[in-house]
């Protein structure tokens, strides 16, 4: 059977299928480590003020980020109420539309023998990406600027290719309406990458921008900011200097500049991170990039421009985000829809049965096994789960990767028990071992253990650095400085301190270690609740 005769169920058997895996126990989870639960409870007082311009954290305010996530948050606190599962909502919906855009996008080459496989391998491969899908289930911004820029960046290059007038110019202004959103995702970084793909596109072609879109800045720039004042426009007003020092100074300008915010990494990290994102279709990427060489840059057929498009689309924000002084591993994810369009060209030549792929599917069979032996020796090693249970969750990855090593004429079927394992694989760990990690990162089943005993008003006072859930499941009773931020433990003096001044016990975060001491102190109370093998939480009084 002709893969093009499978094209149009399997385009609609796949999203179905994503549609319901992207929104499957996105609550059966804590949020977990410094970043979801505090974004969650921005969302939550906003929403709870009915105010939807300013952020706050504890009552205080809160200008790290801009406001698009948390109105998709606040959205579904409105219509499913306050819970990890609403919050995580909005960004696994900013997944499906990011795939739906690389989809659209794949199906816009015109070979026609490939132009469904093309859109329907790069959806699949980006669908079942190993960091896209972990993203896409993460109360965070990165996957939300994914989606804006994505969408930017495929209305862009679909205008390139549009042979229609009024059309192009509809895609063009769609361009600059999503560059006005991704404003409203991250801030600027939303301007960055889009014009600096598009300029860096342009560069690499030796070809002038065609008239009519040199004339679209005249009155798409405009619309960008039109878009992007919905917010900014009224916290300029509101807050003044203050937000433009707090929001573009320190979290724009000195987050890229310095390791003020302690995210330091060598400048190959990217290049490791991107390998490491894209498991299991690392292979697939790379066998794109290496093809590149052979491209004809300057062609005009809408192909190679889709392809040139899509390696400048890779490189550029590779290049920008490498440069950084502060780096974490979600700046970099609007880079992986365009490697998931490199993939998946490869892919659907694999699937027409062009030889020259082979390789890079058996590659990626052996890279399953890989991962299976890993994980085994992860367990091994670190003894956080037995070795049986992490070759139990990774058994299907075993199964497809021996599948697709073997020199089969069945591209379609290792293609797809490939992509099956990797969702097999995904549901298998948040129910087997996602939970241990979320019960050491997270301060939740602590909290739950001191309401048990009596202490669900206590104020909590020495949060951990690296774990910064109090914020969101002890609302209101976080004790945070005159800066806005919470009180961080420094040591026994400091809380002795701060029971004299309360003359009422309170509820301490400290490192497990440290847990001993308190128990010796005989100027005061103490009652252990519990540890989660990071963090111990004891509530000190008073004798």
């Given at each position: 059977?002709?893969?093009?005769?499978?094209?149009?169920?399997?385009?609609?058997?796949?999203?179905?299928?994503?549609?319901?895996?992207?929104?499957?126990?996105?609550?059966?989870?804590?949020?977990?480590?410094?970043?979801?639960?505090?974004?969650?409870?921005?969302?939550?007082?906003?929403?709870?003020?009915?105010?939807?311009?300013?952020?706050?954290?504890?009552?205080h305010?809160?200008?790290?980020?801009p406001?698009?996530?948390?109105?998709?948050?606040?959205?579904?606190y409105?219509?499913f109420?306050?819970?990890?599962?609403?919050?995580?909502?909005?960004?696994?919906?900013?997944?499906?539309?990011?795939?739906?855009?690389?989809?659209?996008?794949?199906?816009?080459?015109?070979?026609?023998?490939?132009?469904?496989?093309?859109?329907?391998?790069?959806?699949?491969?980006?669908?079942?990406?190993?960091?896209?899908?972990?993203?896409s289930?993460?109360?965070?911004?990165?996957?939300?600027?994914?989606?804006?820029?994505?969408?930017?960046?495929?209305?862009?290059?679909?205008?390139?290719?549009?042979?229609?007038?009024?059309?192009?110019?509809?895609?063009?202004?769609?361009?600059?309406?999503?560059?006005?959103?991704?404003?409203?995702?991250?801030?600027?970084v939303g301007?960055?990458?889009?014009?600096?793909?598009?300029?860096?596109?342009?560069?690499?072609r030796?070809?002038?921008p065609?008239?009519e879109?040199?004339?679209?800045?005249l009155?798409?720039?405009?619309?960008?900011?039109?878009?992007?004042?919905?917010?900014?426009?009224?916290?300029?007003l509101?807050?003044?200097?203050?937000?433009?020092?707090?929001?573009?100074?320190?979290?724009?300008?000195?987050?890229?500049?310095?390791?003020?915010?302690?995210?330091?990494?060598?400048?190959?990290?990217?290049?490791?991170?991107?390998?490491?994102?894209?498991?299991?279709?690392?292979?697939?990427?790379?066998?794109?990039?290496?093809?590149?060489?052979?491209?004809?840059?300057?062609?005009?057929?809408s192909?190679?421009?889709?392809?040139?498009?899509?390696?400048?689309?890779?490189?550029?924000?590779?290049?920008?985000?490498?440069?950084?002084?502060?780096?974490?591993?979600?700046?970099?994810?609007?880079?992986?829809?365009?490697?998931?369009?490199?993939?998946g060209?490869?892919?659907?030549?694999l699937?027409?049965?062009?030889?020259?792929?082979?390789?890079a599917?058996?590659?990626?069979?052996?890279?399953c096994?890989?991962?299976?032996?890993?994980?085994?020796?992860y367990?091994?090693?670190?003894g956080?789960?037995?070795v049986?249970?992490?070759?139990?969750?990774?058994?299907?990855?075993?199964?497809?990767?021996?599948?697709?090593?073997?020199?089969?004429?069945?591209?379609?079927l290792?293609?797809?028990?490939?992509?099956?394992?990797?969702?097999?694989?995904?549901?298998?760990?948040?129910?087997?071992?996602?939970?241990?990690?979320?019960?050491?990162?997270?301060?939740?089943?602590?909290?739950?253990?001191?309401?048990?005993?009596?202490?669900?008003r206590?104020?909590?006072?020495?949060?951990?650095?690296?774990?910064?859930?109090?914020?969101?499941?002890a609302?209101?009773?976080?004790?945070?400085?005159?800066?806005?931020?919470?009180?961080i433990?420094?040591?026994?003096?400091?809380i002795?301190?701060?029971?004299?001044?309360?003359g009422?016990?309170i509820?301490?975060?400290?490192?497990?270690?440290?847990?001993?001491?308190?128990?010796?102190?005989?100027?005061?109370?103490?009652?252990?609740?519990?540890?989660?093998?990071?963090?111990?939480?004891?509530?000190?009084?008073?004798?």
């Open positions: 059977m002709q893969f093009s005769t499978l094209a149009k169920p399997a385009n609609l058997i796949l999203f179905l299928v994503i549609i319901a895996f992207y929104v499957y126990g996105l609550g059966h989870l804590s949020f977990v480590g410094p970043d979801e639960a505090r974004y969650a409870q921005v969302a939550r007082e906003m929403f709870l003020r009915n105010d939807f311009i300013t952020p706050t954290l504890g009552g305010l809160w200008f790290e980020k406001a698009l996530l948390y109105w998709l948050m606040i959205g579904s409105k219509i109420g306050v819970s990890e599962w609403s919050a995580r909502l909005g960004p696994a919906i900013c997944g499906l539309v990011t795939i739906f855009a690389v989809f659209w996008l794949g199906n816009r080459m015109p070979d026609a023998e490939r132009r469904m496989g093309t859109g329907f391998c790069s959806a699949l491969i980006l669908a079942t990406s190993f960091g896209f899908i972990a993203f289930r993460a109360a965070s911004f990165d996957i939300v600027i994914t989606m804006t820029t994505t969408w930017a960046l495929a209305l862009f290059i679909a205008s390139e290719t549009e042979p229609d007038n009024k059309r192009r110019k509809r895609l063009l202004a769609g361009f600059y309406l999503f560059v006005g959103l991704s404003l409203l995702a991250k801030g600027l301007l960055v990458i889009p014009m600096g793909v598009v300029g860096g596109y342009f560069v690499v030796g070809k002038a065609a008239r879109v040199w004339t679209s800045l009155w798409g720039l405009p619309l960008s900011v039109v878009t992007a004042s919905i917010w900014y426009g009224p916290m300029f509101k807050h003044g200097t203050h937000f433009f020092n707090e929001f573009i100074v320190q979290h724009h300008f000195a987050r890229y500049l310095s390791n003020t915010y302690h995210h330091p990494a060598p400048i190959y990290y990217y290049l490791v991170i991107l390998i490491l994102l894209a498991l299991p279709w690392t292979a697939f990427v790379i066998d794109g990039l290496v093809h590149a060489r052979t491209w004809l840059w300057k062609a005009d057929d192909f190679t421009r889709i392809r040139t498009f899509a390696l400048v689309w890779i490189v550029l924000p590779l290049i920008f985000f490498s440069f950084s002084n502060s780096k974490l591993p979600g700046y970099i994810l609007p880079v992986l829809p365009a490697m998931a369009l490199i993939a060209e490869r892919l659907s030549l699937l027409s049965a062009d030889r020259r792929t082979r390789w599917i058996r590659t990626t069979g052996l890279l096994v890989i991962l299976v032996v890993a994980a085994g020796i367990a091994a090693r670190t956080e789960f037995p049986r249970l992490a070759l139990t969750i990774t058994a299907p990855l075993l199964i497809s990767g021996a599948i697709a090593v073997l020199p089969l004429r069945r591209p379609v290792q293609m797809m028990l490939v992509a099956v394992a990797t969702g097999v694989v995904a549901i298998a760990a948040l129910h087997l071992a996602a939970p241990t990690f979320a019960q050491r990162d997270s301060a939740k089943f602590l909290l739950q253990m001191a309401d048990a005993k009596g202490y669900g206590t104020a909590i006072y020495g949060l951990q650095r690296d774990d910064r859930t109090p914020e969101f499941y609302a209101g009773r976080v004790a945070y400085a005159p800066d806005g931020e919470p009180v433990y420094i040591g026994l003096e400091q002795g301190n701060e029971i004299i001044r309360r009422e016990p509820l301490v975060f400290v490192p497990k270690q440290d847990a001993e001491l308190f128990a010796s102190q005989k100027a005061v109370r103490t009652d252990a609740i519990g540890h989660n093998e990071r963090h111990a939480l004891i509530a000190v009084g008073p004798r």
